[in-house]
């Protein structure tokens, strides 16, 4: 086997050179093609980095190897900077990081084979909650595809049941249409992955080129009527118990304001779905903060009672309606979404717009007339003082809510939440007074542990000036820890705090829930030094059980820049209360470990 | 094989490679039920396909067809009955 052929564990000249080329003009960033007046020759690599600078794109991160050696060629000589991940799914986390904090569509690359299969689990993670993510991926040559060549995989078919659309790109003229048409689609509607596998040969052709495309953009949304929106009006005064259900569909439309200003001219009070959750500030008067499995006891038990549901960019999950037949049993729903596809999906609603949340809240503000519900106010106010949210220990730094509350109060609204998945990422959603939309992130639909740290490194490239703060534990943390290099070599201003229970924390409760106690396959017989992992990769670590001052400690790792793990013991048993079993309804939720004291 | 209530779905998708792996994709990936496929170019537009499908989801037939919009390289889905249809003109070749 060739050297070109394997995946090196360092880039080379992709990755010494970014940073440098600021200055240099056009052509020199090309290597001096050959120019005419109307054309100059490029490759298609060539072509697809100057595409990609076209879009705006200013960072990129990935892993080079055989089949994409020509992109980092290219690349060496872009201004793109590139973020040398340690594994292809922490370069795909990275970039649905940057993603997710911007709004913008971002890049990851990786090789062929190995390389797109390891990025195949962030691919699926934007698509089920709807990143704009472009993952592009080298092939092999055409003449090779389908021989079993080395390194060789069906990208295109892999990618396929988890992107927006892919691409297998057959010319470098290609390119052309396919890069803008990528960003479009990755941004447009409802947005999601696109996946571009790029055989080496494409990569290498030359072509020559006259004019460039112009960027692709977001197309515009489908046109809303007053009417509709007058109707959902007239069905919102009409309701008396009415609750709205807001998502990650409002963030994405960037509508926050105008759902407050809805909400509060109306007097309805709103649902935070996970994706939802900081586009009402927790402290809000009409939040109820988040439904469903692991919602207040009053939020779930005041949507027993609403006799409107109003859906805001929302897909009515699982996780959140609990058993769809005993979902909100006395109430009507209105469902505005900008995907058809979700309309009637899970329930059927007594009216839809499929719109862009924002464009259908704007005409509402226009047009509403501001009314209060004061009656049914008194009784969501009632639930919520009968049925609170317990937040045990909160005063405790080594216990979950404690250790959360003490981080909240450190930073400020500035810092940007991540988490991996699992108990801290429930308690985290639960408790964390998010201010804010795009505060928070996480994976919500795969729930994929191993998302927080790479995740968390996009965030902080993509917004360096605040604070990046990701929750993790010690299940999801192994399972992209060797990120830990990659935030260090950046010396990114990202904390990584971690409730360590030395268990898979949700998989243990569920066991002792559901299972009879029986504990399968939870502990780590063989416990983990974190911070000395953390060091080991170059970042800061403290655990603060060897802290003669916790607390002092914790501001002080908060506080001082740069990288840094955090461990916090957390016990075992600790579990994240209330809990729907999945599968049940929700207002069936379990508050703690005896069964007698469910509700 | 027996199907109890079929409908049949008359679609126009680009006609490049991947379009019919992207729609049977589809159908895999959720779990809908495909009886029989049909494509060929379209005689006076070779950059178009013609796609016939026989589905048998009664229930999920309009969350199908939504699905089946949303697919980049369908230009349009309609539904179609029996007569007229190119499982009509073929029958007698999966006997």
Request: glycine share 8%; aromatic share 6%; hydrophobic share 45%.
């Given at each position: 086997m060739?050297?070109?052929?394997?995946?090196?564990?360092?880039s080379t000249?992709a990755?010494?050179q970014?940073g440098h080329?600021?200055?240099?003009?056009?052509?020199?960033?090309?290597?001096d093609?050959?120019t005419?007046?109307e054309?100059r020759e490029?490759?298609?690599?060539q072509?697809?980095?100057?595409?990609?600078?076209r879009q705006?794109?200013?960072c990129?991160?990935g892993?080079?190897?055989?089949?994409n050696?020509?992109?980092y060629?290219?690349l060496s000589?872009?201004d793109i900077?590139?973020v040398?991940a340690?594994?292809?799914q922490?370069?795909?986390?990275?970039a649905?990081g940057?993603?997710?904090?911007t709004?913008?569509a971002?890049v990851?690359f990786a090789?062929?084979?190995?390389?797109?299969?390891n990025?195949?689990?962030?691919?699926?993670?934007?698509?089920?909650?709807?990143?704009?993510?472009?993952?592009?991926?080298?092939q092999?040559?055409?003449?090779m595809?389908?021989?079993?060549?080395?390194q060789?995989?069906d990208?295109?078919?892999?990618?396929?049941?988890i992107t927006?659309?892919n691409?297998l790109?057959r010319s470098?003229?290609?390119?052309l249409?396919?890069i803008p048409?990528?960003f479009?689609?990755?941004?447009s509607?409802r947005?999601?992955?696109?996946?571009i596998?790029?055989p080496?040969?494409?990569?290498?052709?030359?072509?020559?080129?006259?004019?460039?495309?112009?960027?692709?953009a977001r197309l515009?949304?489908?046109?809303?009527t007053?009417?509709e929106?007058d109707?959902?009006?007239?069905?919102?005064t009409?309701?008396?118990?009415?609750?709205?259900?807001?998502?990650?569909g409002?963030?994405?439309?960037?509508a926050t304001e105008?759902l407050r200003?809805?909400a509060?001219?109306?007097?309805?009070p709103?649902?935070?779905?996970?994706?939802g959750?900081?586009?009402?500030?927790?402290?809000?008067p009409?939040s109820?903060g988040?439904?469903?499995?692991?919602?207040?006891?009053?939020?779930?038990l005041?949507l027993?009672?609403c006799?409107?549901?109003?859906?805001?960019g929302?897909r009515?999950d699982?996780r959140?309606?609990?058993?769809?037949a005993a979902?909100?049993?006395?109430?009507?729903f209105i469902?505005?979404d900008?995907?058809?596809s979700e309309?009637?999906?899970?329930?059927?609603?007594?009216?839809?717009i499929v719109?862009?949340?924002?464009?259908?809240?704007?005409?509402?503000?226009?047009?509403?007339?501001?009314?209060s519900n004061?009656?049914?106010?008194?009784?969501?106010?009632?639930?919520?003082?009968?049925h609170?949210?317990?937040?045990?220990?909160?005063?405790?730094i080594f216990?979950?809510?404690?250790a959360?509350?003490?981080?909240?109060?450190?930073?400020?609204?500035?810092?940007?939440?991540?988490?991996d998945?699992?108990?801290h990422q429930?308690?985290?959603a639960?408790?964390y007074p998010?201010?804010?939309?795009?505060?928070?992130?996480?994976s919500g639909?795969?729930?994929?542990?191993?998302?927080?740290?790479?995740a968390?490194?996009?965030m902080?490239?993509a917004?360096p000036?605040q604070?990046t703060i990701?929750?993790?534990?010690?299940?999801?943390?192994?399972?992209?820890?060797q990120?830990?290099?990659?935030?260090a070599?950046h010396?990114?201003?990202?904390?990584?705090?971690?409730l360590n229970n030395?268990h898979?924390?949700?998989v243990r409760?569920?066991?002792?829930?559901?299972?009879n106690?029986?504990?399968s396959?939870?502990?780590?017989?063989?416990?983990?030094?974190?911070?000395?992992a953390?060091?080991a990769?170059g970042?800061a670590?403290i655990?603060?059980?060897?802290c003669e001052?916790?607390?002092e400690?914790?501001?002080?790792?908060?506080?001082?820049?740069g990288?840094?793990?955090?461990?916090i013991?957390?016990a075992e048993?600790?579990?994240?209360?209330?809990?729907?079993?999945?599968?049940?309804a929700?207002k069936?939720?379990?508050?703690s470990e005896?069964?007698?004291?469910?509700? | 094989?027996?199907?109890?209530n079929p409908?049949?779905?008359?679609?126009?998708?680009?006609?490049?490679?991947?379009?019919?792996?992207?729609?049977?994709?589809?159908?895999?990936?959720?779990?809908?039920n495909?009886?029989?496929?049909?494509v060929?170019p379209v005689r006076?537009?070779?950059k178009?396909?013609?796609?016939?499908?026989l589905?048998?989801?009664?229930?999920?037939?309009?969350q199908?067809?939504k699905?089946?919009e949303k697919?980049?390289?369908?230009i349009?889905v309609?539904?179609?009955?029996?007569?007229?249809s190119?499982?009509?003109a073929?029958q007698?070749?999966?006997?």
């Open positions: 060739t050297e070109l052929a394997t995946r090196p564990k360092h000249a990755q010494s970014h080329a600021h200055e240099q003009t056009q052509s020199e960033v090309h290597g093609p050959k005419t007046a054309t490029l490759s298609g690599a072509l697809l980095i100057e595409l990609l600078e705006g794109i200013t990129i991160a892993v080079p190897g055989g089949a050696l020509p992109m060629d290219a000589g872009s900077k590139h040398l340690r594994h292809e922490g370069a795909g986390f990275i649905q940057m993603a997710r904090v709004g913008k971002q990851c090789s062929s084979g190995p390389g797109a299969t990025l195949i689990t962030a691919v699926a993670d934007a698509h089920l909650d709807s990143i704009p993510l472009i993952a592009i991926t080298g092999v040559p055409q003449a595809i389908g021989t079993d060549a080395f060789e995989i990208t295109f078919g892999l990618m396929l049941p927006k659309h691409y790109v470098a003229e290609e390119l249409e396919v048409a990528a479009e689609l990755a941004l509607g947005p999601g992955p696109v996946s596998d790029i080496k040969d494409v990569q290498n052709e030359k072509i020559e080129l006259g004019s460039m495309p112009a960027p692709g515009p949304d489908p046109v809303v007053e009417h929106v109707d959902m009006l007239s069905r919102i009409a309701a008396k118990q009415p609750v709205l259900m807001i998502g990650g409002i963030v994405y439309a960037d105008l200003y809805f509060e001219q109306m007097d309805v709103a649902v935070q779905t996970f994706m959750l900081g586009v009402l500030p927790s402290d809000h009409l109820l988040m439904l469903g499995m692991h919602g207040a006891p009053f939020t779930n005041v027993e009672e006799d409107l549901l109003v859906g805001l929302v009515f699982d959140a309606t609990g058993k769809v979902f909100c049993p006395n109430a009507e469902h505005v900008i995907d058809n309309i009637g999906k899970v329930l059927q609603p007594v009216q839809s719109a862009d949340v924002g464009n259908v809240l704007e005409i509402a503000n226009r047009r509403l007339q501001p009314q004061e009656q049914w106010q008194q009784r969501v106010a009632q639930l919520k003082s009968d609170p949210l317990q937040l045990d220990g909160s005063d405790e216990r979950p809510y404690g959360i509350a003490a981080v909240a109060e450190l930073v400020d609204s500035s810092a940007n939440i991540t988490t998945v699992g108990q429930m308690w985290v639960q408790a998010f201010e804010r939309p795009r505060q928070w992130i996480s639909g795969l729930g994929t542990m191993g998302f927080g740290l790479p968390a490194i996009g902080a490239l917004a000036n604070k990701c929750f993790s534990g010690d299940g999801s943390l192994m399972m992209n820890i990120e830990f290099a990659t935030a070599e010396n990114l201003d990202l904390k990584v705090i971690i030395n898979l924390g949700l409760q569920q066991q002792t829930l559901f299972y106690k029986n504990l396959a939870v502990k780590f017989e063989q416990r983990t030094d974190f911070p000395a953390a060091i990769m970042m670590g655990d603060l059980s060897e001052n916790p607390r400690a914790l501001k002080q790792a908060l506080n001082e820049p990288p840094c793990l955090i461990n013991p957390i048993t600790e579990m994240v209360f209330p809990m729907v079993a999945p599968g049940g929700n069936d939720m379990i508050v005896t069964p007698e004291a469910a509700t | 094989m027996s199907v109890t409908a049949i779905l008359k679609l126009t998708v680009k006609n490049h490679p991947g379009v019919l792996s992207h729609v049977c994709g589809l159908f895999a990936r959720r779990a809908y495909l009886e029989g496929v049909m060929r006076d537009d070779k178009l396909s013609r796609m016939w499908l589905v048998n989801e009664e229930d999920r037939l309009m199908l067809i699905q089946t697919l980049v390289d369908v349009s309609e539904q179609h009955s029996m007569a007229g190119a499982f009509e073929t007698e070749y999966f006997v």
